[in-house]
């Protein structure tokens, strides 16, 4: 019987043959928004681009048309008999009311009357009667010209003022100077609720008109960088984050904008406009938001007829529940019939690990006698020679001989503690260790084993320190043990020999190499109790140990034959200052 888990060839196909459908469902609604959006984005950007070219087009003819406007009044006003006749007559009571007159038929912004001495005589606004403008470039360029003067003067309180200043005269003779204030402002004001950002510089690069009062008397560059992103990252997320990929010309306040640019036939001004992609990304989006909902409701209606079809293989569930509850019946039985072998093997376990506590033990007992093996034997042998010593009443030389038993001692109540917090590794802290000197202590332990066999030492060790951070007894412990085994396999030979190297690199290594007949199984060679002597000569516990000693310092213990024969070990340390850098390697 074919069960609801294992449909039929032909509901297979069904169900593969819709998810079909709704991968190119949903394959056709990407590609549809992907090309619906660029084809509308662009549309959309030269629509926008061609309306921000129109305003800035209206935007410079009106601001030249307000200049052209008021660059004809300083030379109407420098005839008219009444302002030359007050300051000849020096009598202005009625020269403010005059300029008042004519300010509102102008348009300007103000109007300033002038003395020969650059007092404010007249003027529009009754404030400036009285102050003093004779080091102005509109006053002083305006009595040295005989000309309409037009000037920027940047004012204290900030911003800037725009004024056509003439000289009036009476035959030769020049009686002041008349000034009208051109009213551009209101252009700023009116610019700033229309457009984005707007802003018209002199010849210079200066902004001098703009719809913000921030970016007044600074550069383009300036200004912007005001508003940008703090960093290049910073503009990259910002303009990857609108999908539309429009084409970017600047950046205002962080925001990717469309700048046009246009120049005012008027002393080498330009105007330019920054325009942002709100609108274009609105509407977009609109027609977007349609797309997606039109295929969001066909996938809806499919998920529909797919649940139509789950809910008629449910009922086909239903059917074959008996069959799964009688297997259900016969599972619990075989759980039950699981649960007792469980029971018995966890009694083996527990055995199991007994046994295996004992055999730990055992090899903590060997490993003490292993280690404390060399050191038993080198106080035998200091203890002949004392007793000696003292035969021949040379007592200094058996008080020696004492002293380095003495050490030996201390040196046995490391190893048992060594051996005791074996499996507390990392407890105790570090020291920098001369391996010359551990080098030369190991030696001096090894001199009577060396001595009674006759063994040729060669050693090479560099004049300067070599230094590594470690635990010098157990360095001494693994090079003794290096040693013994060096002097073991030259007891075969006529002529033993070992051969000592200390180098310093980037670690500090040491090499001992013998001239035995070498390794017979490399890869057995460091597991605990292996060994190639005679029962009775060793435990195999002495590279094993060291092995684990050396890992525990950061380093590494090999083993390998040599070229011409015999055996070379090469223990490697991380010299002092470069464990961290060692360890991230490793």
């Not at 035959?171 to 402002?185: F, K, M, N, R």
């Not at 325009?275 to 909902?293: D, K, P, Q, W």
């Not at 060679?525 to 190639?532: A, R």
């Amino acid at each position: 019987m074919t069960s609801a888990a294992d449909p039929d060839p032909q509901t297979r196909a069904i169900n593969w043959r819709v998810r079909v459908a709704l991968a190119v469902l949903l394959l056709l609604a990407v590609v549809v928004v992907a090309v619906t959006n660029k084809l509308l984005t662009d549309r959309f950007t030269e629509s926008t681009r061609n309306r921000a070219e129109l305003r800035l087009a209206l935007y410079s003819g009106n601001l030249l048309s307000e200049l052209r406007q008021n660059a004809i009044v300083p030379q109407l006003l420098a005839r008219d008999a009444e302002l030359i006749g007050a300051l000849n007559s020096a009598d202005y009571t009625a020269s403010t009311r005059r300029l008042i007159s004519f300010v509102e038929e102008i348009g300007a912004a103000s109007l300033m009357l002038l003395d020969i001495d650059g007092r404010t005589v007249a003027a529009t606004d009754r404030n400036r009667l009285g102050s003093s403008h004779r080091a102005d470039p509109y006053f002083v360029d305006a009595i040295r010209a005989n000309a309409t003067i037009f000037t920027v003067a940047e004012r204290e309180a900030g911003g800037y003022g725009f004024f056509y200043s003439r000289r009036v005269q009476s035959g030769s003779d020049v009686l002041g100077v008349i000034a009208v204030e051109v009213d551009l402002q209101k252009f700023g004001r009116a610019w700033a609720g229309i457009s984005d950002a707007v802003i018209v510089t002199d010849s210079t690069g200066t902004i001098i008109l703009t719809t913000e009062p921030r970016w007044l008397g600074r550069t383009e560059q300036e200004a912007l960088a005001r508003q940008t992103p703090q960093n290049a990252i910073q503009r990259a997320i910002q303009a990857t984050a609108d999908w539309t990929a429009q084409p970017t010309d600047s950046y205002l306040e962080g925001e990717a904008v469309m700048r046009l640019e246009n120049r005012i036939p008027f002393r080498g001004w330009r105007m330019a406009s920054f325009t942002t992609y709100a609108s274009v990304r609105e509407r977009v989006n609109g027609v977007l938001a349609l797309e997606i909902m039109g295929f969001a409701i066909l996938l809806a209606l499919s998920f529909y007829a797919l649940s139509r079809r789950t809910a008629l293989r449910m009922a086909l569930f239903q059917r074959e529940s008996a069959e799964l509850r009688t297997l259900n019946a016969a599972l619990q039985r075989e759980i039950a019939e699981r649960k007792r072998v469980q029971e018995t093997l966890a009694v083996a376990e527990q055995t199991l690990e007994q046994s295996s506590k004992l055999a730990a033990l055992g090899e903590m007992s060997a490993a003490v006698s292993h280690e404390l093996n060399q050191p038993l034997a080198a106080m035998k042998t200091y203890l002949a020679g004392a007793r000696l010593l003292l035969r021949r009443n040379r007592q200094d030389e058996a008080l020696s001989s004492f002293g380095r038993i003495d050490d030996l001692i201390e040196r046995m109540g490391g190893i048992t503690r060594q051996l005791k917090s074996y499996a507390r590794k990392g407890q105790e802290a570090f020291s920098p260790v001369d391996m010359g000197d551990a080098l030369a202590s190991a030696l001096s332990m090894m001199e009577p084993q060396l001595r009674q066999q006759h063994v040729q030492i060669s050693r090479i060790v560099p004049d300067k320190p070599v230094e590594v951070m470690g635990d010098r007894l157990r360095i001494e412990q693994v090079m003794v043990n290096l040693l013994r085994n060096a002097i073991d396999a030259t007891k075969s030979e006529a002529d033993p020999k070992v051969e000592i190297l200390l180098t310093a690199g980037e670690t500090a290594t040491l090499t001992v190499r013998d001239n035995g007949p070498g390794i017979e199984d490399l890869d057995q060679l460091f597991e605990p109790f292996y060994t190639t002597k005679q029962p009775g000569d060793g435990v195999g516990l002495g590279l094993a140990i060291s092995s684990g000693i050396v890992n525990d310092l950061g380093g590494r213990l090999t083993a390998r034959n040599g070229q011409t024969g015999g055996a070379v070990f090469e223990m490697q340390l991380p010299i002092m200052g470069n464990e961290h850098s060692t360890q991230a390697a490793e």
